[in-house]
């Protein structure tokens, strides 16, 4: 690194990179600048930009920061954390504290990464956001019903199952949703500001039902309540807010809308004379959600009585080998962690030499081995196109 690099650099944006990076590892002025062999003033100088630093010094602070250089000398885009936003709005023990922290600054730096991979190849992520929904006043279900229906109708999915649902809001509204690893009593993260906008982290160990549930849960939090940040954890609240209940309802409505449900389920009833739990099971698999949620949705419609779902339990109802038994396979999944349009900037810009393969690794967060492979199995959607095909506007091909 030469200094004509930090000569060109905007040193506001490198001070607050800087500040976002120490505060990440906890570390105060103070030590930072003891790390630089300065004085606590030149840090704070340092920062608001009002100090030019040294090429030794950068190296010196992206080590103590866990950094690389080029964290700071690429032009990267400056958001606002995430977990300053988590930390003005949520309360939680040091325990839990701990547990979400990686999870909400994993899920900062890749959509920060997203946002800087769009500025990279000028493909921003097309938005279809609506304007947010107030329920205020509004019972619980009849406000949770009501959105669903009117976001159904927005996306055009008529009242049937949404067997895409990762994609459809990824790509239908334009949100950012990954799957990360978390403890096992969280199931989903929540956040937007203006720059990033909508942005979900959903716990990849969850089994697929419950991926889904989580992320119509999230998503309620988008449309209804924007711009409040949330972490959903099991034991979060001893008396669960408005704004929690409405997140638990929807998904029941989102999901396994009320005409389309009860149409499904009085054709299994005339066909059969009766509604069975095999009735029961490929009906869940159909809407790919948990037959528990199922069972309850169904006892809230007084389709079923009310103690169904206790009393399957009490008798030792084996979910998975009675699915096993039907044949119902699992529920068809997206296991990557990282959204498909992501992945292919990444391809698109290490293909076009924009990012270096190093850089490739670190957006997809793996080794540079691991790294290759992926980048030829990316390759392998696109290897059927043609230098002449590619950029063809097929709206304007005549035969």
Known sequence: M???????????????LLQQARNKCGMTQADAAKVIDAARTTMVAIEKGERRLKPTELIKLARAYGRAVSDFVQ??????????????????????????????LGLEELCRNYLELEEIMDAPLPQNYPQDYDVTGMPIEA??????????????????????????????????????????????????????????AINANHPEERRRWSLAHEYLHFLAHRHQPVFDYEEQYRRKPESERLADSFPDYFLMPTSGLLKRFNDMYQTHGKFTPTNLFTLAHYYGVSIQALVHRLEAMKLLPSGTWELLSDRGLKVRKVQEELGLEEIPQRTDMIPVHYQHLAIEALDQGLITEGRFADFLRVDRLEARRIAEVLREYSSGMTEETTDLDLRQVKK
């Open 143 to 200: 406000a949770a019903e009501s959105i669903a229906i009117a976001e159904r109708h927005r996306l055009g999915l008529g009242d049937g199952p949404i067997p895409l649902l990762r994609d459809i809001l990824e790509q239908s509204v334009g949100l950012r949703i990954f799957y990360l690893e978390m403890p096992p009593k969280y199931s989903g993260v929540y956040s937007y500001n203006e720059q990033l906008g909508g942005c979900i």
């Open 2 to 16: 030469t200094n004509n690099v930090l000569d060109n650099i905007d040193i506001g944006r490198l001070g607050e």
């Open 75 to 104: 032009q990267r885009p400056v958001v606002q954390p995430f977990q300053v936003q988590f930390r003005a709005a949520y309360r939680r023990d040091e325990a839990q504290e701990q547990q979400i922290e990686p999870v909400i």
